[in-house]
């Protein structure tokens, strides 16, 4: 089956403008994740979604970032006021429940310049 | 807190030769333990977890990893490595108790098999 998407694969953005990341679950998985990753580092929780409600939004850094996923399926991250120090990939994950692996999509990649 | 070290940048290994990649964890709980394999651009893939039950998990393409409570390690390994298994390698922890889903990832070790 499909696995997890994300739209755009590439993001070039100015500082100081606004963007949105997409993200398409693996059909039927109620938990959502996003991450970042910078070069040479590891996966940065940002925040879990279980159905529509941010479960742990802890790791979202300012209130620049926010996230939504009003029918429980397909998320938006949302990224306001972008500065050079947003440039990273931006990671998707979803699960069957909170307990289960993330499945993984390929990855928005953000240059902010 | 919860942490996940992966001592080595870098692993080096001649193909049909067994490989190691190390990695050690920190939860204050029980913990789930993963690897993941990430070739480039593209996403994470899952190789396999570690939620209960026999230490020594198998997982995909023929890696396994053992968990080892009282070193707090869960190493991937491999008994005959391939070229094509030359990729980043992540290991990531989460604790098992209250409400925490959040996965907490090492720096990834790069693995490269030379023919």
């Known amino acids: 089956g499909a696995g997890v998407s994300q739209t755009p694969s590439n993001k070039v953005t100015e500082k100081g403008k606004y963007v949105e990341l997409r993200c398409d679950p693996i059909?039927?998985?109620?938990?959502l994740y996003w991450y970042r990753q910078s070069l040479g580092q590891g996966p940065e929780f940002l925040i879990y979604f279980q159905g529509t409600g941010a479960a742990d939004d802890s790791g979202l850094p300012n209130d620049r970032f926010f996230a939504v996923r009003p029918e429980g399926s397909v998320s938006t991250l949302k990224i306001q006021r972008t500065e050079r120090g947003d440039s990273a990939v931006y990671l998707c994950a979803s699960s069957w429940t909170g307990l289960e692996t993330q499945y993984f999509g390929p990855g928005t990649r953000l240059l902010v310049l | 807190a919860q942490s996940v070290a992966q001592p080595e940048d870098q692993v080096n290994v001649a193909e049909g030769n067994p490989l190691t990649v190390k990695c050690t964890y920190s939860?204050?709980?029980?913990?789930?333990l993963f690897w993941y394999v990430q070739y480039p651009n593209r996403g994470l893939q899952f190789l396999l977890k570690?939620?209960?039950?026999d230490n020594l998990v198998k997982g995909s393409y023929g890696f396994e990893a053992e968990f080892n409570k009282s070193q707090t390690s869960f190493h991937l390994k491999k008994p005959s490595a391939l070229v094509s298994d030359s990729a980043l390698y992540f290991c990531a922890v989460r604790d098992k108790g209250g409400n925490n889903r959040k996965l907490i990832w090492g720096l990834g070790t790069s693995l490269a098999v030379n023919p």
């Open positions: 059909s039927g998985h109620t938990a």
């Open positions: 939860v204050s709980g029980n913990p789930y």
């Open positions: 570690y939620i209960t039950g």
